[in-house]
C-alpha cells in the first residue's frame, strides 16, 4: 500500500497570500496524483488530477506540480472560501486508492 | 447534471449488518465504475470498496475484507454496500462516488453510520 504523508497538518495563512500545501507519496506514483478540497459538512470536491490538470470549474488561482513522490498545491491568493481542509490522493497503485491525512488550511 | 445520493445509515449495534444504497441520476449509470469511501468523524478520508460497471470486478480496503460486500443493480442505477459484523471503528460518513479517469470527481453527500451499543 501506497503510503501519502502531507505537510503541514495546518497552514496559516492571511486572505490574498500564497499558500504552499505539500504531499509526498511513499512510492512513485507518477503523475497519477489528485487533491481535493473539503470544507465542514460537504464531500470532498476534486481540485487536481494529474498532479495539474484543474479540474471542471476549478478557478485558475489553484494549480499543482510535482512527479513521482513529491507533489505540491499552491493556492495564489487567497480568497475567503478556500479555507478548508486538503486532501492528496494516488491513483497509480490501487486498490486501495490512498489519501493524506490532510492540511488544514485557516486563516492568519 | 450527475447526482449521487446515499441512504441507509444509522445507528446500529456492534457485529450487527446495515445495507447502504446509493442511487444515481444525470449519467449512464451502466457505463460506470462505482466506490464508496468513508470518513470517520474528525478523520480523513478513506476508499472503501469498488465495482466494475459490469460488476464482475470487486475491491475491498483491508479494513473491511470479509465484512463488507458492494454490489450493484443497473436496472435501478443504484449501487450498495453491504456492511456485516459492524465494529465501533466503522463508525463514519460513507459516500459514494462514481469512477473517472482520474480522482472522483463525483460524490455523494453521504450517510451517518454509528456503530455503538
Known amino acids: 500500500e501506497i503510503v501519502m504523508t502531507q505537510s503541514p497538518a495546518t497552514l496559516s495563512v492571511s486572505p490574498g497570500e500564497r499558500a504552499t500545501l505539500s504531499c509526498r507519496a511513499s512510492?512513485?506514483?507518477?503523475?497519477?496524483l489528485a487533491w481535493y478540497q473539503q470544507k465542514p459538512g460537504q464531500a470532498p470536491r476534486l481540485l487536481i488530477y494529474?498532479?495539474?490538470t484543474r479540474a471542471t470549474g476549478i478557478p485558475a488561482r489553484f494549480s499543482g506540480s510535482g512527479s513521482g513522490t513529491e507533489f505540491t498545491l499552491t493556492i495564489s491568493s487567497l480568497q475567503s472560501e478556500d479555507f478548508a481542509v486538503y486532501y492528496c490522493?494516488?491513483?497509480?497503485?490501487?486498490?486501495?486508492?490512498?489519501f493524506g491525512q490532510g492540511t488544514k488550511l485557516e486563516i492568519k | 447534471q450527475v447526482q449521487l445520493v446515499e441512504s441507509g445509515g444509522g445507528v446500529v449495534q456492534p457485529g450487527r449488518s446495515l445495507r447502504l444504497s446509493c442511487a444515481a441520476s444525470?449519467?449512464?449509470?451502466?457505463?460506470?465504475?462505482m466506490h464508496w469511501l468513508r470518513q470517520a468523524p474528525g478523520k480523513g478520508l478513506e476508499w472503501v470498496a469498488a465495482?466494475?460497471?459490469?460488476?464482475?470486478?470487486?475491491y475491498y480496503a483491508d479494513s473491511v475484507k470479509g465484512r463488507f460486500t458492494i454490489s450493484r443493480d443497473n436496472s435501478k442505477d443504484t449501487v450498495y454496500l453491504h456492511m456485516n459484523s459492524l465494529r465501533p471503528e466503522d463508525t463514519a460518513v460513507y459516500h459514494c462516488?462514481?469512477?473517472?479517469?482520474?480522482?472522483?470527481?463525483?460524490w455523494g453527500p453521504g450517510t451517518l453510520v454509528t456503530v455503538s451499543s
Open positions: 444525470g449519467f449512464t449509470f451502466s457505463g460506470y465504475g
Open positions: 465495482i466494475s460497471y459490469h460488476a464482475s470486478d470487486k
Open positions: 512510492q512513485s506514483v507518477s503523475d497519477n
Open positions: 494529474g498532479a495539474s
Open positions: 490522493q494516488q491513483y497509480n497503485n490501487w486498490p486501495p486508492y490512498t
Open positions: 462516488a462514481r469512477t473517472a479517469i482520474a480522482g472522483f470527481a463525483h
